[in-house]
């Protein structure tokens, strides 16, 4: 695969991510959802980090953004910033 085809991919992926970080999607989000249907609702999330069976993971970017922390793969906590 060339550099030029990756580099378009990864842009493609970003963008269809970018656009499900939205205020409609935030509002459905709630505590004891499973991380497989955030995944479902959001998409894959731009980043995600955990220790001791807690999770925490990101969708969008610095200027729009969905934060949701897990406890064994069920939402405790959620936030956004920058929604539309």
């Known amino acids: 695969m060339s550099t030029r085809t ?3 991919l990864t842009f493609c992926l970003v963008l269809a991510a ?7 999607n935030y509002s459905r ?23 001791l069976g807690l ?6 970017d610095d200027k729009a953004f969905i934060s949701v922390q897990y406890a064994a793969d069920q939402v405790v906590v959620f936030s956004g910033h920058g929604l539309k």
């Open 6 to 8: 990756l580099v378009l």
């Open 55 to 60: 999770t925490s993971c990101t969708w969008g």
């Open 29 to 51: 989000l709630h505590v004891g959802m499973g991380k497989a249907e955030v995944e479902t609702l959001l998409g894959a999330p731009s980043e995600c980090a955990g220790a």
């Open 18 to 24: 970018c656009g499900k970080v939205n205020q409609q």
